[in-house]
């Protein structure tokens, strides 16, 4: 069984990466997909596609679920429903179904990994919930202090803990500020562009981020068996004032530096606020527990690649 490993949320931007790289190292992986298309896409990259262990309602359905994990040491729940632009991001019911995800169904897969003998569970789960803590470090002992549009973080968080408490390793992985070449980046790139910059809060607070392909092997490193149960941040080493991202961003798509969103516009609703919060990130458990450390140690170096990427893929 040590090999074998179950993959939700496969083809998302961080499951697309994962997957292949498990299959590189040597695991056995059941990818779910939760179309045709996505399960011949998995099965083209090595793994075996399953569809999504659902009830009528499109819920995970316990008992569907521990069948589907028999046998298999490792569950890396990936699932997520973000809102596809930064626009929509901004409405409250557009969270709805990654609410329900994950409050129900990670729920339900903890408790059908414990039925189904699983050892190990890794949650995705979202770092940016910290209290805005200035020009400190924040590490995983920090106080978080979602609000209402992602409470339910702790949801998830709380069924990994269970995972734990019931004789597993439940592993929570707090990625911060994901970018790579996908539409949110492209989103940002327009908004730049227009003059503005698309992350709010002051110009000297801090934003910490994630390339997708470091958190990628991040998850791969959570396996490790030398990687305890807990709650690990993921992020890159150096986390940057916000007025160097959105610099940094502006020069690789070859704008002027932009204005920053006006104080006021980012006390409009929980996620401006929520996403405005200074927030220094340390990645220091992670690196101790499992030996990870990411590709770009900043968004300095990063997202100039990931902004060429996207104009290769235009």
Not at 11 to 36: H, M, N
Not at 192 to 209: A, N, T
Not at 233 to 261: F, S, Y
Request: a positive charge; hydrophobic letters at 40%; charged letters at 20%.
């Amino acid at each position: 069984m040590s090999n074998r490993v179950f993959v939700t949320g496969a083809t998302g931007e961080v499951g697309r990466r994962v997957v292949p790289e498990l299959i590189r190292l040597g695991y056995d992986v059941t990818a779910v997909g939760r179309s045709k298309e996505k399960r011949a896409a998995l099965a083209k990259v090595g793994a075996t596609p399953v569809a999504s262990p659902s009830n009528e309602h499109g819920r995970i359905s316990t008992s569907v679920a521990a069948r589907a994990l028999a046998g298999h040491s490792t569950v890396i729940n990936l699932a997520t429903h973000m809102p596809p632009s930064t626009m929509r991001m901004m409405l409250p019911w557009e969270w709805r179904e990654n609410d329900h995800i994950r409050c129900e169904d990670s729920a339900a897969l903890v408790t059908a990994a414990l039925e189904a003998g699983v050892t190990r569970f890794v949650q995705e789960s979202f770092a940016p919930v910290y209290a805005d803590e200035g020009d400190r470090w924040i590490d995983e002992s920090c106080p978080i202090e979602p609000v209402k549009y992602n409470r339910t973080v702790v949801d998830a968080e709380r069924s990994a803990a269970r995972f734990t408490s019931s004789g597993g390793v439940g592993i929570a992985l707090r990625f911060a500020g994901f970018y790579g070449p996908d539409q949110l980046l492209r989103d940002m790139v327009g908004v730049v562009r227009k003059g503005w910059s698309p992350v709010p809060g002051p110009p000297q607070s801090y934003w910490s981020s994630c390339a997708h392909d470091d958190a990628a092997s991040a998850v791969v490193a959570a396996l490790r068996p030398n990687v305890a149960a807990g709650t690990y941040n993921v992020c890159d080493d150096e986390p940057l004032h916000r007025i160097e991202w959105t610099e940094t961003l502006a020069r690789a798509a070859g704008a002027q530096m932009p204005k920053q969103i006006p104080a006021w516009l980012s006390k409009l609703n929980g996620t401006m606020q929520l996403l405005s919060r200074s927030q220094r990130m340390s990645n220091a458990k992670l690196r101790q527990a499992s030996g990870w450390s990411p590709t770009w140690k900043s968004a300095r170096e990063g997202l100039p690649n990931a902004v060429a990427m996207l104009a290769t893929a235009a």
